[in-house]
């Protein structure tokens, strides 16, 4: 029997997203080689969280943990209490690379998870998030005949069709030049704050992270550690040139150790 | 859920002799489970192997296979390689002679047996040709196919630092479309191997082909026919073997870091 | 002035052709024909519907052969990639075996099937199997990982993952390796029929040799089964180059 008040307590601090002790350790050539560390992580619903961190840290090691595509070492990840032990429909990985299905259209590619629901709602949701992440026109393209930053959307678009509690990305803009990026941030935002997922996005830009996230966690060189965490209180839509913005950013580069003079 | 531990290496030894031994036992189990007194047993192949293996005539075999295979992969390569760069050097003129080329290509190197015992009669150049038959066609595709696929870049980069027709061949393209070349040609001598045995079989009457059938024909010998040919396949896999060491020297190896 | 593309290669032919006819008239008392008494001797063929009974019996043992070994040798060949003991258990064996010429397995052939179709069938069945187990198994560990996580993202269960994601995304490759085994089934089997049976392409070569050195009938069936073996190949091309199959180049 337990107390009402502790469980209704306990259930409104619950994290969406609850990272305990997590430890990642490769074998090396035969020695341990610690890629991720003691890792404590709370994201609540809804939450926008940039993992930000000098490249080969660990990020996305720790990224394929929290999604459940690598096995933790030590510690555990929950979502919503229940702890992850494999990929799961309930939250979607994006990936860096493009990893549309060349064989399916973008039709096919969004639909991908949705096979189990009736044909006509599979169609709604379908259209929806065509529509959502602006493709209307190409929903029969193949993959090969879209743009990089069309193949990235579209990828988002078969993520939120199955209606993730979490989105992880990996660098998903990181191969797009810099001009698409800054468009495919917005969309992201815009997106964003249609549906109110919540999101864990791992990044190396600084700028990126100061635009996008409501908290940024700064991880140390390999193994990552959390180093330091900003809260970005800045409401959206930003303004990328306010002081506010200038002095978050700064204080960003300062916890990677990078001087923001050059 | 991907488990980060890897299986140990060790297993890539043990795995390969648990199913060699397996497949062994129920080769021997069958032999004796059906009571054939034709088919020879495991044991009596390894027998066969020793016993050829003290008679000269295994090692002339093995030497006349060889040798018809080096001359006619050789020829195949000296005229092969040069016609196939050509073709790929000049579009309009592999439009013209493709397909010629595409209606000789399907037509098995062993229905050329009538044809080179005329030109050749019976005996050894009969069935070098087989053999330059077997390996030509893959070498001059595979040319063809390397040379196509440089990127324009690398003609314009060579151009632009003054080269000739001949140096931008031999000292831009070449190279470019090697990688490709050489698993045409690694190809085009599995192709030969396989040739040689079948030419061996109708044509002559030295060689691992003739071994085989030679076997069986004097006497029933299938000891004998199966451990020649498992001696065949040993040697083909050590001719393939040898040639994927020479893909992997350095000069030749940008090719193959993303292919296969 | 402009020709249509194909006037060049037809020329070409012709202007082969012509040199043949040429080669052989002057050398009178010559075994091999000319390209004139190849066609009539392909027009005797034709009447007689003799061809059409030996095309039928090559395509009848290669369909079956490349038939089963397809359905034996891909599914097998995927489950061995997929798994990395599979492959090392297997591939050392394959290895082995694959470089024995087809035609080395004539005797055993014969001895398990007889002289006869099975014979020349199980022969094909040889020569497609390990090219397309090797085929298969290199198709399977050369999907990008990234199509793998993603597809393992959605909660497929095993049957559909490998519908959905494991089968479309070998398909480019499986689909070439098929057609260049389907090449080296058509060498063996006109090689097999050579040797093993009394019907078909390849015994009508031998046939036409040894009855009566008729060589302008050798020709005329070599012709044939090269012009067969084009077809074939043009066929796989062309399922290729359907749009859900060509992504992979």
């Known amino acids: ?262 | ?260 | 002035m402009r020709f249509p593309i194909w006037v060049r290669p037809v020329l070409f032919i012709l202007a082969l052709l012509a040199l043949w006819q040429i080669a052989i008239d002057l050398h009178p008392g010559q075994l091999l024909p000319g390209p004139i008494a190849v066609f009539a001797a392909t027009g005797e063929l034709l009447q007689h519907g003799l061809l059409l009974k030996h095309v039928v019996a090559s395509l009848f043992r290669v369909t079956w052969g490349f038939v089963l070994a397809s359905i034996t040798a891909i599914p097998l060949g995927l489950i061995l990639g997929w798994y990395r003991r599979g492959e090392w258990a297997f591939n050392p064996l394959v290895q082995v075996f694959r470089p024995i010429s087809p035609l080395a397995w004539i005797p055993i052939a014969i001895l398990w099937f007889g002289i006869g179709d099975l014979s020349s069938i199980f022969l094909i069945f040889v020569g497609s199997f390990f090219p397309l187990l090797l085929t298969a198994m290199s198709a399977v560990q050369n999907i990008p990982a990234v199509y793998i996580n993603a597809g393992s993202n959605f909660g497929l269960s095993s049957s559909d993952f490998v519908a959905r994601v494991i089968y479309p995304a070998v398909a480019p490759r499986l689909l070439v390796g098929m057609r260049i085994t389907l090449g080296i089934a058509w060498l063996v089997v006109v090689a097999a029929e050579m040797i093993a049976v009394n019907s078909g392409l390849g015994f009508l070569i031998v046939d036409a040799r040894n009855a009566g050195n008729r060589y302008d009938l050798v020709v005329a069936g070599m012709l044939i089964i090269g012009i067969i073996g084009l077809l074939l190949d043009l066929g796989m091309r062309s399922i290729g180059r359907i749009k859900y199959f060509q992504w992979g180049d």
């Not at chain 1, 996305?60 to 990840?77: K, W, Y």
């Not at chain 1, 303004?239 to 002095?247: D, E, G, H, K, V």
């Not at chain 2, 030497?63 to 092969?80: K, Q």
């Not at chain 2, 698993?183 to 003739?210: F, K, N, T």
């Open chain 2, 1 to 260: 859920m991907k488990k980060i531990r890897q299986p140990r290496r060790w297993e890539i030894w043990l795995w390969p002799l648990v199913t060699a031994a397996l497949l062994l036992a129920v080769w021997q189990y069958s032999v004796l489970w059906t009571r054939t007194n034709v088919f020879p047993s495991p044991l009596g192949v390894w027998h066969g192997i020793l016993g050829l293996s003290h008679e000269h005539v295994l090692w002339a075999d093995i030497g006349a296979s060889l040798r018809r295979v080096a001359v006619g992969f050789g020829a195949a390569v000296l005229v092969g390689i040069p016609l196939g760069l050509c073709l790929g050097w000049f579009p309009a003129l592999h439009q013209v002679v493709n397909p010629v080329l595409e209606i000789l290509r399907p037509i098995s190197p062993i229905a050329w047996i009538p044809v080179a015992i005329v030109f050749f009669g019976v005996g050894d150049p009969a069935a070098i040709f087989l053999v330059f038959l077997g390996a030509f066609f893959p070498i001059v595709v595979a040319c063809v196919g390397g040379v196509s696929s440089v990127p324009p870049l690398f003609r314009r980069a060579g151009r632009n630092f003054g080269l000739s027709n001949a140096q931008l061949l031999r000292r831009v393209v070449f190279p470019a479309a090697l990688p490709q070349i050489l698993i045409g040609l690694r190809i085009a001598l599995g192709i030969g191997w396989l040739v040689v045995v079948a030419g061996e079989m109708i044509a002559v009457d030295s060689g691992l082909g003739y071994l085989v059938i030679d076997s069986r024909n004097s006497g029933k010998r299938y000891d004998l026919v199966v451990a020649a040919m498992l001696i065949i396949g040993i040697i083909g896999l050590i001719l393939d073997a040898g040639f994927r060491t020479i893909e992997r020297i350095r000069s030749v190896r940008w090719g193959f870091r993303h292919a296969v």
């Open chain 1, 1 to 262: 029997m337990s107390l009402p008040h502790t469980v209704i307590a306990a259930s409104a601090a619950k994290p969406k997203l609850q990272v305990t002790g997590l430890s990642v350790v490769y074998q090396s050539n035969g020695k341990p080689l610690a890629a991720v560390e003691d890792i404590n992580l709370e994201i609540s619903d809804g939450e926008f969280v940039c993992l930000v961190g000098p490249s080969g840290c660990g990020k996305s090691t720790l990224m394929n943990a929290m999604g459940g595509f690598l096995s933790p070492s030590r510690g555990s990840v929950a979502i919503d209490g229940e702890t992850v032990s494999g990929p799961d429909r309930r939250r979607i990985l994006v990936f860096q690379e493009y990893a549309v299905f060349p064989w399916l259209t973008v039709e096919g590619n969004i639909g991908f998870g949705l096979s189990k629901l009736p044909r006509e709602e599979r169609e709604q949701r379908i259209a929806h998030y065509v529509e959502l992440v602006r493709l209307q026109g190409f929903e029969h393209a193949y993959p090969s005949d879209l743009s990089g930053g069309m193949k990235q959307r579209l990828q988002v678009a078969r993520a939120l069709a199955v209606n993730p509690d979490v989105l992880f990305l990996d660098e998903p803009f990181g191969a797009l030049d810099s001009i698409t990026r800054v468009l495919m941030r917005a969309e992201l935002l815009r997106i964003w704050q249609a549906e109110r997922r919540t999101i864990v996005f791992v990044t190396h830009e600084t700028d990126e992270a100061v635009q996008l996230a409501d908290r940024v966690v700064v991880l140390s060189s390999r193994p990552a550690r959390i180093q330091d965490i900003l809260t970005i209180d800045i409401p959206h839509p930003r303004n990328i040139s306010s002081p506010r913005y200038l002095a978050l950013r700064d204080e960003l580069l300062k916890m990677i150790g990078l001087a923001y003079e050059i």
